[in-house]
């Protein structure tokens, strides 16, 4: 059974501080792994990886994937309080199209 | 990019009947996603909804339950049937679109449903 599991399940920091977030996965087939941000309903989109080794950046956010170890990192640096969400880490398996699986998610807060 | 809206945003019913939640899309897409996010749990996927087919529905979720239609390459609803307490959860509508990624999801605002 395809499984995504993130840590930690939440997180406390304060602004100004770098956080990391992890993920690991189980899937046949992997395809692509996304990091989303949810704020209130709607799940913002921030990066989606497809290969090993290659950063995505987009400013204080960057992310990672390791096809190896089956695992992805989101690191957040110099954290503000408007970064406090859920973090949803979901990886596309191709042999279930377009299906994605989601992890449980990193509520991250940050305080002032 | 695609504009995708919800509606009702939210909406609080009486055990027993049922809400039909609209999504609609700027542009033409192909696939379009319906998730639940009950408190405090992640996104479940239940169908996927392709234009001029019948849904796909996942493992736990029935057509009786959730009928979705898809009339056309911009526009979705879901129907949440005979409601239960159980039913309260975020109900996301979400569509493959090219923007700076190729084929990934994006999502709606959600709709908020509580049910007494």
């Known amino acids: 059974e395809d499984k995504v599991v993130q840590s930690p399940l939440s997180l406390v920091v304060h602004e100004g501080d770098t956080v990391t977030l992890n993920c690991s996965y189980e899937?046949?087939?992997?395809?692509?792994l996304l990091w989303y941000k949810q704020e209130k309903k709607a799940p913002t989109f921030l990066f989606m990886l497809?290969?090993?080794?290659i950063e995505k950046k987009s400013g204080r956010l960057s992310s990672i994937l390791d096809k190896k170890e089956l695992f992805s990192i989101l690191n957040i640096t110099a954290t503000q309080t408007g970064d406090s969400a859920v973090y949803l880490c979901?990886?596309?398996?191709?042999?279930?199209?377009?299906?994605?699986?989601f992890g449980a998610g990193t509520i991250l807060r940050v305080k002032s | 990019s695609a504009v995708i809206s919800q509606k009702p945003s939210r909406d609080i019913c009486q055990r027993g009947t049922s809400l039909t939640i609209q999504c609609q899309v700027d542009?033409?897409?192909?696939?379009m996603f319906w998730y639940r996010q009950q408190p405090g749990q992640s996104l479940t996927l239940i169908a996927t909804?392709?234009?001029?087919?019948?849904?796909?529905?996942e493992s736990g979720f029935v057509i009786d339950k959730f009928p979705i239609s898809r009339p056309n390459l911009t526009f979705s609803t879901l129907t949440v049937s005979n409601m239960s307490p159980e039913d309260s959860s975020i109900y996301l509508c979400?569509?493959?679109?090219?923007?700076?990624?190729?084929?990934?999801?994006?999502f709606g605002p959600g709709t908020r449903l509580t049910v007494l």
């Open positions: 899937v046949t087939n992997f395809r692509s």
């Open positions: 979901a990886v596309e398996a191709a042999e279930y199209g377009n299906k994605l699986v």
């Open positions: 909804a392709n234009q001029g087919s019948e849904a796909t529905y």
């Open positions: 497809t290969s090993s080794g």
């Open positions: 979400s569509v493959e679109a090219r923007r700076e990624n190729p084929d990934t999801q994006y």
């Open positions: 542009s033409q897409v192909t696939m």
